[in-house]
T-cell receptor, first 115, second 112 residues
Framework: AQSVAQPEDQVNVAEGNPLTVKCTYS??????LFWYVQYPNRGLQFLLK??????LVKGSYGFEAEFNKSQTSFHLKKPSALVSDSALYFC?????????????FGTGTRLLVSP | SQTIHQWPATLVQPVGSPLSLECTVE??????LYWYRQAAGRGLQLLFY??????ISSEVPQNLSASRPQDRQFILSSKKLLLSDSGFYLC???????????FGDGTRLSIL
């Protein structure tokens, strides 16, 4: 069965500094990987996905993520953080060998960007 | 473009009362539909999913049920709410293949 780990409950970064939110996964085959962001009292917004191809994936709002198969990681990155990036971030994985599009989500990482 | 609507946004219900939460999707046909519960602003638990009208799969045994009476309508129900049913309920849709799921803005349910 697939699983996702987000080892950090919270990440603190100063505005203008680069940010990284970590994610590691476990699936039996080649994974489909996703990042979502959630603002207070809102649903999850899709940021980016990795399906195949280039290991560096670019997404919305200047975010990118790097797929590393040997380390089974898919860390979310942004070169320069904004205060408005403060939110809850979820990594999710799907095993494409399963018959249904079930996503397994991590427990989330709260990003706090200080001015 | 596709949109997803959930209502109500917030709901306060007494223990033992019934529940009906509705979710509709516009701008697409034959979507996969999902109900999640998010507890304490953190992890998401998949409750139900549906690949077509009348086709419902339950992920966890519980006090809730789901129905899909129309292609783009997904309803979450309960006959008698429990205190443990409190939470933030999210509906989502996706198309087939490697497409992401897209979420509604959720319903915050409080049971008194």
């Amino acid at each position: 069965a697939q699983s996702v780990a987000q080892p950090e409950d919270q990440v603190n970064v100063a505005e203008g500094n680069p940010l990284t939110v970590k994610c590691t996964y476990s699936v039996s085959g080649n994974p489909y990987l996703f990042w979502y962001v959630q603002y207070p009292n809102r649903g999850l917004q899709f940021l980016l996905k990795y399906i195949t191809g280039d290991n560096l994936v670019k997404g919305s709002y200047g975010f990118e993520a790097e797929f590393n198969k040997s380390q089974t990681s898919f860390h979310l990155k942004k070169p320069s953080a904004l205060v408005s990036d403060s939110a809850l971030y979820f990594c999710a994985v799907r095993d494409p060998n399963t018959g249904f599009q079930k996503l397994v989500f991590g427990t989330g990482t709260r990003l706090l960007v200080s001015p | 473009s596709q949109t997803i609507h959930q209502w109500p946004a917030t709901l306060v219900q007494p223990v033992g009362s019934p529940l009906s939460l509705e979710c509709t999707v516009e701008g697409t046909s034959n979507p996969n539909l999902y109900w999640y519960r998010q507890a304490a602003g953190r992890g998401l638990q998949l409750l139900f999913y549906s690949v077509g009208i009348g086709q419902i799969s339950s992920e966890v045994p519980q006090n809730l049920s789901a129905s899909r009476p129309q292609d783009r309508q997904f309803i979450l129900s309960s006959k008698k709410l429990l205190l443990s049913d409190s939470g933030f309920y999210l509906c989502a849709w996706s198309q087939e293949g490697n497409q992401p799921q897209h979420f509604g803005d959720g319903t915050r349910l409080s049971i008194l």
